[in-house]
């Protein structure tokens, strides 16, 4: 009982060892590198063998055993190996950090003395200065001063500038030396020479279409530069002068041709004292018949009936004017003139010297209708035109918001020039419709006047004609 009973344990203890082999192996290869774990992971492990008898299962204990502690023996091995690199690692590291240390400790210290070196170095150029520092700040200002106004000046046309100096020393942090002081204040009297004189030279202009031609310039100081009768601007940009696409009104270019031909003395030239900037705007500034445009279709009615009601309003004041001055002359005269409507009435009533006081009333009554309709002829279209105008000009200005309103609603109100062409149209026909009922108004109320006044004296006429025949009628009887 006893022998099996040992049979019995060490038949378990090798099927328990025989389970611990293959696990301690499996911590080794767990300690191993990645490549050699995947190696052993794609290799499949051979199965073990099946013990035949107890003898043989025993011998299998055994050796395993053995296998177990030379595995222990050579991890040991390799972990001590392991641990002595280590060592050695940490120690080289650390002897590493106190070298760079070490370095660091002397950088600092050679930075703190450098800034001290470099405080001190300050403090004695800051004394050593004194006034030229001063001047190195009033070089610089001048010198960009100088530049940016030879750069927009028409003086550049002739002659530039040392532009790349003046550059310089605008940009330099450093002491101009005294050859640069110099060309400086030679740059400033030359920039003060040329800006008192009017020059005559040769330049290249650039033309309307694009080309770029060389002329004969004329150049009024820093102000105006003319060429060909014509005025030219100064294009920074290019560095060069151009034509302008319009030329100022008559009242300004008229001095052009005059001061061009004038061989000396004195001559008469309209300058621009803005440099440029007042021509720009004479020039952006739209000719009467642009302002009409701009008006629209409304702004074409305006003008036309305008024009109409004022020939037809300036033919009737003559025709008007020409009968008053008959029936003047008429009334002084003992003869009837049939030419006027005061002779004609008198002639009807000598005509008619022997009808009743009623029917002579009738017949000059007639007459004078007659003649007064004729003296009103055409009166209504002035007055209809006089009071139609302001309204056309009220619908311009209604259909010139709708288009600005609908140019917001397109494209915002960012932009002023979206909007410009429905003001524009709104502003022009209101001062077309008012322009053109002001005079007819007053030439409306002038003819009526006038036609009043000759009405006045035929119904007055009239009146007396009647009552002398009646009164006659009345001696007879």
């Known amino acids: ?80 190996r392991n641990k002595d690199e280590q060592e050695r690692l940490l120690q080289e590291a650390l002897e590493t950090l106190a070298y760079e240390e070490s370095i660091s400790q002397r950088m600092e210290l050679r930075y703190n003395e450098n800034e001290l070196g470099i405080g001190t170095a300050e ?28 750069w927009d000046s028409l003086t550049s046309s002739h002659g530039g500038s040392h532009q790349e100096l003046l550059d310089r020393l605008g940009r330099s942090n450093e002491l101009p030396s005294t050859d640069d002081l110099e060309k400086l204040w030679l740059e400033l009297q030359r920039e003060i020479t040329k800006q008192g004189k009017v ?27 003319i060429s060909g009768g014509n005025y030219l601007l100064w294009e920074p940009t290019d560095q060069m002068l151009r034509e302008l696409q319009r030329q100022p009104p008559s009242r300004h270019h008229d001095t ?41 279709a409304v702004g074409y009615v305006i003008i036309c009936l305008g024009v109409v009601a004022g020939v037809v309003g300036l033919w009737r004041w003559g025709l008007i004017a020409m009968t008053s001055r008959r029936v003047a002359a008429q009334r002084k005269s003992p003869t009837a003139d ?24 009738l017949k000059l009554d007639e007459v004078v209708l007659r003649e007064s309709s004729k003296l009103e002829n055409f009166l209504w279209l002035v007055k209809t035109v006089s009071v139609v105008s302001p309204l056309l000009g009220l619908l311009g200005t209604v259909t010139g918001m709708i288009q600005t309103f609908q140019a917001i609603t397109l494209f915002g109100a960012g932009d002023p020039k979206m909007m410009a062409g429905g003001i524009s149209e709104a502003l022009v026909t209101t001062m077309l419709g008012l322009t053109v009922a002001i005079p007819l108004v007053l030439l409306s109320d002038t003819l009526a006047n006038s036609t009043r006044k000759v009405i006045d004296i035929l119904d007055e006429k009239t009146a007396g004609l009647i009552a002398m025949r009646s009164e006659q009628a009345n001696v007879g009887n």
């Open 1 to 80: 009982m006893r022998t099996f009973s040992a049979t019995i344990a060490l038949f378990t203890a090798a099927f328990v060892f025989q389970g611990a082999a293959p696990a301690a192996h499996a911590q080794e290869a767990a300690s191993q590198s990645d490549a050699a774990q995947q190696a052993a992971e794609a290799t499949p492990l051979p199965a073990p063998p099946k013990p035949r008898s107890l003898d043989q299962l025993l011998e299998m204990v055994a050796d395993g055993f053995e296998t177990e502690r030379a595995a222990n023996r050579q991890r040991v091995a390799e972990f001590q």
């Open 123 to 150: 403090s004695r150029m800051t004394e050593r200065l004194g006034e030229l520092g001063e001047l190195f700040g009033v070089v610089r200002q001048v010198a960009t001063d100088l530049g940016a106004q030879t």
């Open 199 to 225: 020059e005559r030279y040769r330049a290249t202009v650039l033309t309307i279409e694009g080309t770029q031609e060389e002329r004969e310039i004329i150049r009024a100081g820093p102000f105006t530069a």
């Open 256 to 296: 052009v041709a005059a001061f061009e031909n004038a061989s000396g003395g004195y001559a008469k030239l309209a300058i621009d004292p803005s440099r440029g900037g007042l021509l720009e705007m004479l020039i952006d500034t739209p000719t009467p018949t642009e302002r009409v445009q701009q008006g629209g």
């Open 338 to 361: 049939l030419r006027n409507p005061l002779g004609r009435i008198l002639s009807i009533a000598e005509e008619n010297l022997a009808a009743d006081t009623e029917t002579l009333e």
